[in-house]
């Protein structure tokens, strides 16, 4: 990996750009991340669909795995798209390859999200803060060669000069990705519909509300929806399977969001100009002799 190998434009950009590059990676890599997904999702919707079969702890433990499975997935993810970023291949094998290369920052991000869950449980906004706070140890990690021991340093100065700009952006990519959740949840269902001639969960709402179905008031209904969306281990898993899927995207918005905050604080930009200008000077100098 080497900066002046950058794959990816080093320009200023606002978060919906962040989000729309996300996507556009997310595209380029499809089979990748739809592998890298699999890997959590299987093995994490499996355990999610026994718990809320056979015990009434499902949706408890459903934000637990999601919350927990994300911290190496998302280790996995930005690793391999950094790398990309400046020079090397992407793919899953590589990401379980760089694993004996990337396990103790997996141990340490796993480690960062316990305070994170507890201040979170017990205080929302402290939990968001800390979010922030702690948000590009992953960036942080797998740069750090890049600019040796003065970027460990720099990370923390620039997210403390624009703490506000990136709380501000967390949010905006927090909600597109609730968002984009309520959409991808809509379509499996609509698809599951299609191929299987039964719905998974918005279906199956519309059930609840038939006239023909139940004779429910508002009330009633509204207890039967809620038991459907907590209780019913298809749905619970449907959550979970398509909340990781989302969490990619978002998590690949925030290292762009990174790149940026590099490129507008730390002129990473200029750096990159100044590295391509003496490369070419360096060609021309031995053209000439």
């Known amino acids: 990996m080497k900066f002046e190998q950058a794959r990816i434009d080093l320009v200023p950009r606002s978060a919906a750009n962040c989000l729309d590059l996300a996507i556009l990676v997310a595209g380029q890599h499809l089979g990748t991340l739809v592998g890298l997904w699999a890997f959590f999702a299987v093995p994490l919707g499996a355990i999610t669909y026994a718990a809320a079969r056979w015990t009434d ?6 934000p637990v795995l999601g919350f927990f499975g994300s911290a ?21 094998t590589k990401s379980l390859a760089d694993l004996k290369t990337d396990w103790r920052l997996i141990l340490r991000v796993i480690g960062y999200r316990f305070p994170l869950a507890l201040a979170t449980f017990l205080f929302v906004i402290p939990g968001t803060l800390l979010a922030v ?51 991808m949840e809509l379509t499996v269902d609509v698809v599951w519909t299609i191929l299987f001639n039964q719905s998974l969960y918005f279906g199956r709402l519309g059930e609840l509300g038939s ?48 790149i940026d905050l590099r490129v507008r604080r730390d002129c990473w930009d200029l750096e990159l100009e100044l590295l391509d200008e003496a490369r070419r000077l360096s060609t021309d100098r031995g053209v000439r002799t």
């Open 57 to 62: 702890y499902g949706f408890l433990l459903m």
């Open 133 to 183: 706070r702690w948000s590009f140890l992953v960036e942080n990690g797998v740069f750090t060669h890049l600019h040796a021991e003065r970027h460990d340093r720099r990370t923390k100065e620039l997210i403390s000069l624009e703490f506000s700009d990136l709380y501000v952006r967390g949010a905006a990519i927090l909600f597109a990705g609730c968002v984009l959740w309520l959409v």
């Open 72 to 92: 190496p997935l998302g280790v996995m993810l930005i690793t391999g798209a950094a790398r990309f970023s400046f020079g090397e291949t992407w793919s899953l």
């Open 211 to 258: 006239v023909d179905a139940f004779e429910i008031g508002v009330d009633d209904y509204l207890a039967h929806a809620w038991k459907l969306t907590v209780s019913d281990p298809a749905v619970v898993t449907l959550h979970l399977t398509t909340g990781l899927a989302v969490y990619l995207i978002c998590r690949l918005a925030w290292y762009f969001c990174y």
